[in-house]
């Protein structure tokens, strides 16, 4: 058998075509196992092993449909594990060949085509020399200096807007129409003469809730109704919280308490409010403040961090609000009740009726009687 010695056939007869098949020399193996595989049958372990290593030549080789048939002889093979090894061959073999992208492979170009590296140096050599020389460095400029003049203007221009923005007045009124009756006004002036886009839509919002709306050149008059104390605090709470939500800074809830008893004559009304404005940015120009009337200087126990002062209105107190900062204020006084007065009234004359008809009597006029 050529390419095997006595010696090697008689320990392994095969190793010459495994050394061959590690190598890659596929003709030289099959040359080599051919003989072999006549010799042996495909059902005896070496004619299995023979065929097993032709078939992975034959692979090697890209001889698909030769290597299918020996790898089919090797099914017959009395070995179990030649025979497995022998069906994991053939569901290889056996596949549909897949299509593979195009993208999944370089095409590298002729070299023979392509321009000589010599040629290519050669012509950019020239190109530099035809350039010309290089064009003079920029003059010394010194330093770059911060633009002091441009940002000047851009301050005064942001200023300038926020002081236009902010140039607005809020008032609201609280009036004490009575014991337990109170009735709430909100005025927004803008001092640039036209409604800003807050005022409308707060005004359009308090309408929705029965506001009767009044405008006067720049100014918003919101009127509401008389209503019970409770339902009048309420309503100013919300108009607080709508009013912080259309600015778009979010505040706390106000604290609005009203305390009061009825003596009969009058009642006794205790007023606490508390106003938390401290996420509320001091704007230039913004006037905030809620006027109190009728109301003496002397019903005022506490205010903060501003001080009452006299309002426009006759007997009124305007309580002026600070941006930035917890505004309280609290308030005691008396008021009399018409309806109770009226009853006292009534009541003194009918005493004083009834005594002056006893002294008569103890005079010795008697009763009065009608002429005859």
């Not at 075509?17 to 049958?41: F, N």
């Not at 099914?75 to 030649?82: F, G, V």
């Not at 009058?266 to 905030?288: H, I, K, M, S």
């Not at 018409?338 to 005493?351: C, N």
Request: aromatic share 4%; net charge positive; proline share 9%.
């Amino acid at each position: 058998m050529e390419g095997l010695s006595g010696a090697g056939l008689a320990d392994d007869p095969l190793a010459a075509a495994r050394r061959g098949l590690e190598r890659g020399d596929y003709g030289q193996v099959l040359r080599l196992l051919e003989p072999l595989a006549a010799l042996h049958s495909p059902r005896t372990a070496l004619g299995g092993e023979v065929r097993l290593l032709m078939t992975t030549a034959l692979m090697g080789q890209g001889q698909s449909e030769r290597a299918q048939a020996c790898c089919r002889e090797l099914l017959r093979c009395n070995d179990p594990l030649l025979r497995t090894q022998a069906r994991d061959l053939l569901l290889v073999l056996e596949a549909p060949a897949l299509s593979r992208p195009r993208d999944w492979s370089l095409t590298l170009p002729e070299l023979g085509d392509a321009p000589s590296l010599e040629g290519s140096r050669a012509a950019a050599l020239r190109r530099r020399a035809n350039s010309g020389p290089p064009p003079p460095p920029p003059p010394p400029v010194g330093a770059t200096r911060a633009p002091i003049g441009f940002a000047a203007l851009v301050i005064a221009l942001v200023l300038l807007a926020l002081g236009l923005g902010g140039c607005m007045q809020v008032r609201s009124d609280l009036h004490f129409e009575g014991p337990g009756r109170l009735r709430l006004e909100h005025h927004l002036r803008s001092d640039s003469g036209r409604i800003t886009p807050w005022q409308r839509q707060f005004a359009l919002a308090l309408e929705a809730e029965g506001f009767r709306h009044v405008r006067s050149g720049g100014e918003e008059q919101l009127i509401g109704s008389v209503e019970p104390a409770s339902a009048a605090l309420a309503q100013m709470a919300r108009n607080l919280e709508l009013a912080s939500q259309l600015g778009g800074v979010p505040l706390p809830p106000p604290q609005l308490v009203l305390r009061e008893r009825n003596w009969g004559l009058g009642v006794r009304q205790e007023l606490q409010l508390e106003l938390d404005l401290r996420n509320l940015a001091t704007v230039p120009g913004l006037d905030l403040g809620l006027n109190l009337a009728p109301v003496r200087p002397s019903a005022v126990r506490l205010s903060t961090p501003l001080a009452t002062r006299s309002s426009r209105q006759p007997g009124g107190q305007l309580w002026p609000l600070q941006a930035g900062a917890l505004n309280r204020l609290e308030l005691r006084c008396w008021r009399w009740s018409p309806l109770g007065l009226g009853g006292a009234s009534i009541l003194l004359l009918l005493l004083l009726v009834s005594l002056l008809q006893w002294l008569r009597r103890r005079a010795g006029f008697g009763w009065p009687e009608l002429p005859a």
